[in-house]
Nanobody, 116 residues
Framework: QVQLVESGGGLVQAGGSLRLSCAAS????????MGWYRQAPGKQRELVAS???????NYVDFVKGRFTVSRDLVKNTVYLQMNSLKPEDTAVYYC??????????WGKGTLVTVSS
């Protein structure tokens, strides 16, 4: 079992920055990949970025150059640094963890609101 707790969301003006954190507990040593997803009102949940245990990161096109995902294996924490935020980045951001054997887990989400 893995438990994920996100933090760091809030209200920010367009052009501003936020850093999200996701702390993993439980069987965190079994986690292969961690990622951030987001879900805007009325839309489906979508991948934002993911990072492997070896810190290989992947980003979707709409955040490339603005968001950076990182992972601290000692703290069992993954971060999402979000810069140059836009109103369309407004969403609930969810942390995801995938274990080596394929089981995945989700956090409860943290709300990011970007005002214009």
């Amino acid at each position: 079992q893995v438990q994920l707790v996100e933090s760091g969301g809030g209200l920010v003006q367009a052009g501003g920055s936020l850093r999200l954190s996701c702390a993993a507990s439980g069987s965190s040593f079994t986690i292969k990949t961690m990622g951030w997803y987001r879900q805007a009102p009325g839309k489906q949940r979508e991948l934002v970025a993911s990072i492997s245990r070896g810190s290989s990161a992947n980003y979707v096109d709409f955040v490339k150059g603005r968001f950076t995902v990182s992972r601290d294996l000692v703290k069992n924490t993954v971060y999402l640094q979000m810069n140059s935020l836009k109103p369309e980045d407004t969403a609930v951001y969810y942390c995801n963890a995938v274990q080596y054997h394929g089981m995945d887990y989700w956090g409860k989400g943290t709300l990011v609101t970007v005002s214009s």
